[in-house]
């Protein structure tokens, strides 16, 4: 995926991976964010402060697909490239759970 990612950039310049951060620490999501967006390839990063806010975030940023290109069963999902989950986070789901609900 990285080097399709460094290839589109060096053609397109442009930025391309998408990247989910799930942490209940403000301190830890502000940094893990800082240090993605100086990185050349990425090109978004959201942050949710629990599993639940991270299961709205990948809903709300479905997609609208041609029907006909996929099958019926086809996951129509919006999807991050990377998905970063704190395990422990109350006071709802946790990271592992988040994870399973993900998937």
Do not use: H, W
Not at 29 to 48: G, M, Q, R, T
């Amino acid at each position: 995926m990285v080097k399709q990612c460094k290839d589109i950039l060096i053609k397109n310049k442009r930025r391309c991976i998408k990247v989910l951060i799930a942490n209940d620490e403000p301190y830890t999501l502000i940094c893990l964010e800082n240090a993605l967006l100086n990185k050349e390839y990425i090109s978004k990063v959201d942050k949710a402060s629990n599993g639940l806010e991270a299961l709205e975030l990948i809903k709300k940023n479905e997609i609208i697909v041609d029907s006909s290109v996929l099958s019926s069963n086809a996951d129509l999902s919006y999807y991050y490239d990377l998905i970063l989950l704190d395990i422990n986070m109350p006071p709802f789901i946790n990271g592992y759970d988040t994870c399973i609900k993900i998937k």
